[in-house]
Nanobody
């Protein structure tokens, strides 16, 4: 299984970014997919998840600002991030919910104040 994240970058507070994660080597459509993030010196945390049917759950810290979506035809999961805050700065990763596969390289998101 390979998970390749992209779309990160440097953005000012209040800005937006859209992350993408392309998955291969797995039956993407049946899995609950998730986005995680790890800030420097902190543990990795779950940001959002989406079931095969499109139901979503968000961490309280991002609810109302982030939107997770998926395209099963493209084996890709997305994270639209709006109203970004400096505390959103982290490396963002995707994986199946529960983190069952090897982690990709992640994509760095840096939010300046």
């Amino acid at each position: 299984v390979q998970l390749v994240e992209s779309g990160g970058g440097l953005v000012q507070a209040g800005g937006s970014l859209r992350l993408s994660c392309a998955a291969s080597g797995m039956i993407f459509s049946i899995n609950t997919m998730a986005w995680y993030r790890q800030a420097s010196g902190k543990q990795r945390e779950l940001v959002a998840r989406i079931t095969s049917g499109g139901s979503t759950v968000y961490a309280g810290s991002v609810h109302g600002r982030f939107t997770i979506s998926r395209d099963n035809a493209k084996n890709t999961v997305y994270l639209q991030m709006s109203s970004l805050k400096p505390e959103d700065t982290a490396v963002y990763y995707c994986n199946v919910y529960g983190g069952g596969y090897s982690w990709g390289q992640g994509t760095q998101v840096t939010v300046s104040s």
